[in-house]
């Protein structure tokens, strides 16, 4: 972060009239700021993430939003959240194990390979044109099976997307739902339909290479034991005839027969191995758990209601737990060691599907979409009524995130309460995949403002521009030394400091002279001097080469819990404080004498000082401490203090208030602007909280870590912060942006679609459509991630340094809604009176900073994909093409940053011959010069059926853009494509009537 622009003053440097107009605007500019947040929130927190991204960006497009509109974009900017969507009317969907690419199919039976990093499409497996019930990745990645009706399959070569072979089914008609499931070491592929006549042998085992049929078995719900050498059937179709089969893959012979030794089970409706192929569970009227070597049974699990099945069961990767749900909702964890009941998760209506990531540690659980089986049967009768899909943490069970309030329906543009027809967690459970509406979205499921978790881990955090280490070392300015403390085991002894280099591990130099345990350290700027403190006030400063004590610094009588150098080295601060009595003692220091220069005296007696820290100019200081004990025992709520000083002075400036729970760090940003403090969990939330030092507002709150914070720093770019978690070995560097990169990064990792008509009227967004047109502007585009993402990746890339847009003064942290905005009782039906002058200037600004966000996109040459007609370069005016699905055509065009562009598409009229091909429902999707995906145009108006059209559009970057012509039809047929262009807008503001634009990044 750096310091404020001077253009942001420019605004403010004005005659006195102009400067009472300037302040009016401001404030009204504050009021609908500080409106949009809010509405930003509330649509944050009832599950429509689309909308509320769109409102917190523009709450924040003006110069100096109010701190409580920056707080609510970063509360929700890197939350859980939607990342892209892929695709119109797909039925299925399926993941390489990193989740950089997906398997899609579509309701025409077209399959693409899709690159989920950049939402672009990569290949279209061109075959016959048949009916496709599913797709399945080899376990290696290679190969992709596709299967038909009767179980015929198309096995396709992943790199090419051509076919290798085909593998004709069993022939029989009833498989008219196949599917199929490959084994582990993917040499065999088992085809099943468990809604067919499972009395005759329906399923198929086949081999992979020679397309040869293996084996063919009566039964349903097939499943490969984890070494793939056996296979398990559930056959039968009643209470009375249910039974489990085991099978040898390699020779198609039954070997096990499971046996009920003591009463009857009943209906049987699933199996499973465990993950050492040793155990098998059955669940259906009753929950079995078997041994797999005599196919006896060991012991039933009892815990769901008798009155309803069991719907499903899942072991974690480890084995260790078996989950499972019945069919009125129950969802109960199993210890497997002891095979009892560990936790009950409450809050279903129906049976749940779960999901495991690859480590165990998250959980997925999907609400079926039908609840009461009929036994004779085998099929499903009635719906569930309360459809959710949530993730969990397996650690306590805590859930992290709700999907199922609301998902995103691409057909109409919005996040609405759709059905989820499929879900799926990647293995390493940092995104979500769902299928809803015919469109796959995917989410990011954990804080995306972590940029390293390092819990568990002790990394080098010099590289990442920090000055402490997990365990306590401090490293010297120049980054090549550490400094450690060695205290006695009892609170009764002498501490000792090691100074060793960072290269080699070798001792440099030991520091013994302290008579008690050391506190704390500090190395001064130049790396010549350490000061130490211990407890009893002891405190020394150093010679770092030698080791030699050059002076003790006389006065304190509680024990010295930080120290710090000035940022010139003259001075030192030191805070002390008992733990049981406080008595509180913040002292400056004159080096070279070691004198006491000043106290600062304005903490409560009670408190315990914990922490101190310099502004970077030496000018102020930030102090902190908590009360924590009566009478020796720990307070519930203990008082705590954060104060900020004049050093000249010694007067405090003014007290932070925020925290509820103790204070242990504290740290100021290399710019000085910002304060970062640090405390324990309180209420089951983390107190970590960014400041602003001007107002004295908490810009953003961190959470994630388990048990507190005892160490806070700011990277020497003041771009990320570190934490370091109290009692347990967690380490977690946050990402700390600026405004203008936090709206960048929401624009490039989620789904952000243009406010429509009835939004723009409804929250007051200017300019607003006219005759149900949508305005010139339209506010950003609808983003995709970066083409440089990597979702296998959990780092992220730091963004360049830019221009703070803090404010510098003081917001109420209670929005006060100007009278003329609307609530959400009623629609508006105009503009404020009081905002119409400042509309259309107010627009012009936007549209700068709209391009000036997206200034950073470069122009690339493009490369067509090999499954897309090579696209010819479009100009402007009219151009005509014929469309031949699956090959969507792909224009590409020169565009300029501010240039306002219209383009349209238009499909041929039928013709008087009724054999002609025609072109139905012509669409188009504009991607940006940086890979974005900016539009998709879905024009379809009464009467206009063979139209669609992007109405003066302002291109956001200099760049070649990209112009993919589709038809929702998956028809053929010939079209104009017509680009007409305007001249560059610019919208320079007025320095009287509009705030400066966003610095771009």
């Not at 100096?64 to 707080?71: D, G, K, S």
């Not at 672009?120 to 016959?128: A, L, N």
């Not at 007025?990 to 990044?1001: C, K, L, M, Q, R």
């Amino acid at each position: 972060m750096s310091a404020p622009s001077k253009a942001a003053d420019v605004s403010t440097s004005t005659s006195a009239p102009n400067g009472s107009l300037a302040t009016a605007q401001r404030s009204a500019d504050e009021a609908r700021s500080l409106y949009w947040a809010a509405q930003a929130q509330t649509n944050f927190d009832n599950g429509d993430p689309s909308l509320a991204y769109g409102l917190a960006i523009q709450a924040n497009s003006m110069s100096n939003p109010p701190v409580q509109a920056q707080r609510t974009l970063n509360n929700i900017a890197y939350e859980p959240g939607p990342r892209s969507m892929f695709g119109e009317y797909l039925k299925d969907a399926v993941f390489t194990a990193n989740w950089r690419y997906m398997f899609t199919i579509s309701e025409q039976n077209e399959i693409t390979m899709w690159d989920t990093a950049t939402g672009k499409i990569i290949r279209h497996f061109v075959g016959p044109d048949e009916y496709l019930n599913n797709i399945v990745l080899s376990p290696d990645e290679h190969s992709l099976l596709s299967v038909g009706r009767e179980g015929e399959m198309l096995v396709w070569d992943v790199e090419t997307g051509k076919e290798i072979h085909r593998i004709v089914g069993n022939g029989l008609s009833s498989l008219a739902d196949a599917k199929a499931l490959f084994s582990p070491d993917g040499s065999k592929v088992v085809t099943f339909d468990n809604g067919s006549d499972i009395t005759v042998p329906n399923i198929s085992l086949w081999d992979v290479t020679t397309g040869q049929e293996v084996g063919r078995f009566p039964g349903s719900e097939p499943q490969f034991s984890p070494d793939g050498n056996l296979l398990l059937v559930v056959t039968g179709y009643n209470a009375n005839t249910s039974g489990i089969e085991i099978w040898d893959t390699r020779t198609g012979q039954k070997v096990v027969d499971l046996k009920v030794s003591k009463q009857p089970i009943g209906s049987i409706y699933g199996a499973i191995f465990s993950p050492n192929s040793k155990r098998i569970v059955s669940y259906g009227d009753k929950l079995i758990w078997w041994d797999v070597k005599t196919g006896e049974e060991i012991q039933e699990l009892v815990g769901h209601d008798p009155n309803v099945s069991v719907h499903n069961a899942v072991f974690s990767p480890d084995g260790k737990r078996l989950v499972t749900s019945d069919e009125g909702g129950g969802l109960i964890v199993w210890d497997t060691e002891y095979l009892a009941e560990e936790k009950r998760l409450n809050g279903f209506d129906t049976g749940v599907d779960v999901t495991f990531s690859a480590d165990g540690r998250k959980m997925l659980t999907e609400s079926a979409h039908y609840i009461n089986y009929c036994a004779d049967c085998a099929t499903t009768i009635s719906q569930s009524s309360n459809p959710k899909l949530l993730l969990w943490d397996t650690q306590f069970f805590s859930l992290i995130h709700d999907y199922s309030r609301r998902n995103f329906n691409i057909n109409r543009g919005r996040f609405e309460n759709v059905t989820i027809d499929r879900s799926q967690l990647s293995p390493n459970g940092e995104h979500v995949a769902t299928l809803s509406e015919g469109a796959v979205t995917l989410w990011d499921t954990g804080n995306s403002q972590i940029i390293h978790n390092f819990t568990g881990q002790n990394p080098d955090l010099r590289m990442y521009g920090f000055d402490q280490s997990l365990h306590g070392t401090v490293y010297s300015p120049d980054r090549k030394n550490g400094l450690t403390i060695s205290n006695p085991l009892s609170d009764v002894g002498k501490g000792v400091m090691t100074l060793y280099n960072l290269a080699d591990n070798k001792i440099l130099v030991s520091f013994s002279g302290h008579t008690k345990p050391i506190r704390s350290t500090a190395f001064s700027p130049d790396g010549k001097y350490i000061v130490s403190g211990t407890d009893y006030g002891e405190m020394i400063l150093w010679d770092s080469s030698t080791g030699q004590i050059i002076r003790q610094f006389v006065g304190q009588k509680s024990d010295v819990m930080d120290v710090k150098f000035s940022p010139d080295g003259r001075t030192v601060v030191s805070a002390t404080g008992d733990a049981y009595s406080g008595n509180p003692e913040l002292i400056l220091w004159d080096v070279a004498t070691g004198r006491e220069i000043r106290r600062f005296i304005g903490h409560d007696q009670s408190v315990r000082l914990y922490s101190v820290a310099f502004s970077p100019d030496g000018r102020t200081i930030v102090s902190a401490g908590s009360d924590d004990t009566v009478d020796g025992q720990y307070r519930v709520e203990p008082h705590s203090e954060l104060i900020l000083w004049d050093v000249a002075s010694g007067i405090a400036i003014r007290h932070l208030i925020g925290h509820k729970g103790d204070i242990y760090t504290v740290a100021f940003s290399p710019d000085g602007q910002h304060i970062l403090s640090g405390g324990g969990i309180v209420g089951g939330e983390l107190e970590l909280f960014l400041w602003d030092v001007a107002s004295g507002a908490i810009v953003e709150r961190y959470s994630g870590m388990t048990w507190g914070v005892r160490h806070v720093s700011f990277s020497d770019d003041g771009h990320s912060v570190l934490s370091i978690g109290d009692y347990v070995d967690e380490l977690i560097i946050w990402r700390m942006d600026s405004i203008a990169e936090t709206i960048q990064w929401v624009l490039d990792n989620r789904v952000v679609p243009s406010f429509s008509c009835e939004q723009r009227q409804f929250y007051n967004v200017t300019p607003l459509c006219v005759s149900g047109e949508l305005p010139v502007l339209t506010p950003f585009p609808t983003a995709m991630p970066s083409p440089t993402t990597d979702l296998t990746l959990t780092t992220a890339t730091l963004t360049p340094t830019v221009t703070s847009t803090i404010p510098t003064v003081t917001p109420s942290l209670t929005p006060t809604i100007p009278t003329a905005t609307p609530t959400l009782t009623r629609t508006p039906t105009s503009s404020p009176p009081t905002l119409e002058a400042e509309a259309s200037s107010t627009a012009a600004v936007n549209a700068t900073n709209r391009a000036a966000i997206f200034q950073t996109a470069t122009a690339v040459t493009y490369t067509p994909s090999p499954t897309f007609n090579p696209g010819n370069e479009a100009v402007i005016g009219s151009q005509r093409d014929q469309l031949e699905p699956p090959k969507w055509k792909v224009w590409r065009y020169h565009g300029t940053g501010g240039e306002v562009v219209t383009i349209r598409v238009t499909a041929d009229k039928p013709s008087d011959n009724q054999n002609a091909e025609v072109l139905l429902y012509p669409y188009f999707v504009l991607h940006g010069p940086n890979g974005a995906l900016l539009e998709t145009v879905n024009g379809i108006v009464p009467g206009h059926e063979d139209e669609s059209v992007l109405q003066n559009y302002v291109l956001p970057a200099t760049g070649i853009y990209e112009i993919e012509v589709r038809s929702r039809g998956f028809t053929s047929g010939n079209y104009t494509l017509v680009i007409e262009s305007q001249s560059i807008k610019t919208g320079t503001p007025t320095a009287t009537s509009s705030p400066t634009p966003i610095t771009p990044p």
